[in-house]
């Protein structure tokens, strides 16, 4: 009997000391991960650091060859001033102060120089010198394109001189008395 109790405890302690050993050799759970080691990187080049793009900055505005007559005359004929819009935006039109014949139009933050231009058809066109957007002045509303991407910034702007033309023009088509305006012919 001694011997097996001898023979038991001696596998007991050797089983001990196996699982110490085995749980020493395994990491433990509880305990934090080790970070991995970080990824080596290059140094920046000179080249990678002249790819990235500076501030933006405005560019200097072009400059602008002197207006002749017809463009001195057309500039004359554009309403200049505040313009109410759809979706109750606003464009402000007024003379550049640094060149004669040229408007400036100014649509949120942007100020736009223009060249105006009158057409065939008696509209007057304001044309960017940068060539990005275009205004259309026609009798009844004007309206700013982005010639660039081809689309409408803002339209249905209309000037105070533009809303007087417009109900003069509804005035005078009213009927004069009431009815449908039809006359009857005598019989």
């Given amino acids: 009997m001694r011997l097996?109790?001898?023979?038991?405890?001696?596998?007991?302690?050797?089983?001990?000391?196996?699982?110490?050993?085995?749980?020493?050799?395994?990491?433990?759970?509880?305990?934090?991960?080790?970070?991995p080691a970080p990824a080596k990187t290059k140094p920046a080049t000179p080249a990678a650091k002249a790819r990235k793009p500076a501030a933006k900055t405005p560019p200097p505005p072009p400059p602008l060859p002197e207006a002749s007559e017809e463009q001195l005359s057309a500039a004359k004929q554009a309403y200049l001033g505040m313009y109410e819009c759809e979706f109750k935006q606003t464009i402000?039109?007024?003379?550049?102060?640094?060149?004669?014949?040229?408007?400036?139009?100014?649509?949120k933050k942007d100020i736009f120089t223009m060249k105006p231009v009158l057409s065939s058809t008696g509209a007057l066109r304001l044309e960017d010198v940068t060539g990005r957007t275009l205004m259309v002045q026609i009798a009844n509303k004007s309206?700013?394109?982005?010639?660039?991407?081809?689309?409408?910034?803002?339209?249905?702007?209309?000037?105070?001189?533009?809303?007087?033309?417009?109900?003069?023009?509804?005035?005078?088509?009213?009927?004069?008395?009431?009815?449908?305006?039809?006359?009857?012919?005598?019989?």
């Fill in 4 to 35: 097996t109790a001898l023979l038991l405890s001696g596998s007991v302690a050797a089983a001990l000391t196996l699982s110490a050993g085995i749980a020493a050799a395994q990491p433990a759970t509880n305990a934090p991960a080790a970070k």
């Fill in 92 to 107: 402000n039109i007024e003379p550049n102060v640094k060149h004669a014949g040229y408007i400036d139009v100014a649509y």
């Fill in 143 to 187: 309206m700013l394109l982005d010639v660039k991407v081809g689309q409408r910034m803002v339209d249905d702007c209309i000037h105070p001189e533009q809303r007087a033309a417009i109900e003069a023009a509804r005035a005078a088509s009213a009927p004069a008395g009431s009815g449908l305006g039809i006359a009857p012919t005598g019989q």
